[in-house]
């Protein structure tokens, strides 16, 4: 049977650069690795996505020529999420957080990348108080218990990583004080459920995957997608692009009459694989996009 790979674009904006070259990767991995091609729309966090995003999304990449084998919306897959909650609740594997922002960042240590080790304050709050019924409890994440456990991993262009997601990161939310689903709960549900063999997304999304791999073996998972994190595109000082820059979407520009050939061109120019922003069509893109894999 083919292998799986998703693109999985957050609709809270309009595409950017940043997605198409991910797109181009993501397609190029397919076709390179003889993959089927799942779009996942990822609007689990229902405050910040929009309906005219979600149709932005299948337009602008049937635009540029992007075609898939199959498509979801997290939106309509609640169900799911509840019975793998309800899974990890059954293993004793959550528990409620009232922990505020502020206490969040002066009571816990900082990991290497900035990013907050919460040390479980509240994890045995509910043996110590009695709590009631988690529904009538005051505001409060879910978090989901992560082993003490180093998970070694394999990128297939960084190589070899060894993480251990109680260092990284500690128990983390799996659903937040609002009741929406958090991305790295529904991504690993949605990962596991699509059947998803192969990741391929931006390495800015590198530090997730420890933590992505440990709650899929919680939730039952023996083998984890493949995974590759390729590079972004950055600014002529080697900075990552801006949010400003970021904000520049590619609709803006096809509505401006801009071809697609000359967005791509941009693109892959912008990524080093091009030495000049020349028009190139999609094909064109996506094989040289393969010479990277
Ligand atoms: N939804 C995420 C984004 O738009 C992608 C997540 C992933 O590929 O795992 O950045």
Not at 47 to 73: K, P, T
Not at 205 to 233: D, F, W
């Amino acid at each position: 049977m083919p292998g799986k790979i998703r693109f999985a674009p957050s609709p809270t904006g309009y595409l950017h650069e940043g997605h198409l070259l991910s797109a181009l990767y993501v397609w190029a991995a397919a076709q390179k690795w003889n993959l089927k091609i799942h779009l996942r729309i990822e609007d689990h966090d229902r405050s910040r996505a929009r309906d005219n995003y979600v149709q932005s999304i299948y337009e602008d990449l049937a635009r540029f020529g992007f075609s898939w084998d199959s498509q979801s919306i997290q939106s309509s897959r609640t169900s799911l999420y509840e019975s793998a909650l309800e899974e990890l609740e059954k293993k004793n594997l959550v528990y409620p957080c009232f922990c505020s922002r502020k206490q969040l960042e002066s009571e816990n240590p900082k990991s290497e990348t900035g990013e907050i080790v919460y040390q479980g304050k509240c994890r045995f709050l509910g043996e110590r108080l009695q709590m009631p019924e988690i529904e009538n409890l005051p505001p409060h994440n879910l978090r989901v218990i992560m082993p003490d456990k180093i998970v070694c991993w394999h990128d297939l262009r960084l190589g070899d990583f060894a993480e251990n997601p109680k260092m990284q990161c500690g128990d983390f939310p799996i659903k937040d004080r609002d009741g929406q689903w958090t991305y790295q709960f529904a991504v690993c549900v949605d990962d596991m459920d699509e059947g998803i063999t192969h990741v391929v997304r931006g390495e800015d999304i590198r530090n997730s995957t420890a933590r992505q791999i440990a709650l899929m073996e919680l939730l039952g998972c023996t083998k984890p997608p493949v995974y590759m994190h390729h590079p972004l595109i950055v600014d002529s000082s080697g900075k990552k692009l801006s949010k400003r820059e970021m904000a520049h979407s590619l609709r803006q520009d096809l509505e401006s009459g801009v071809l697609p050939e000359q967005i791509l061109g941009n693109v892959c120019f912008k990524a080093k694989l091009v030495p000049s922003p020349a028009p190139i069509a999609l094909e064109k893109a996506i094989n040289l996009v393969m010479d990277q894999l």
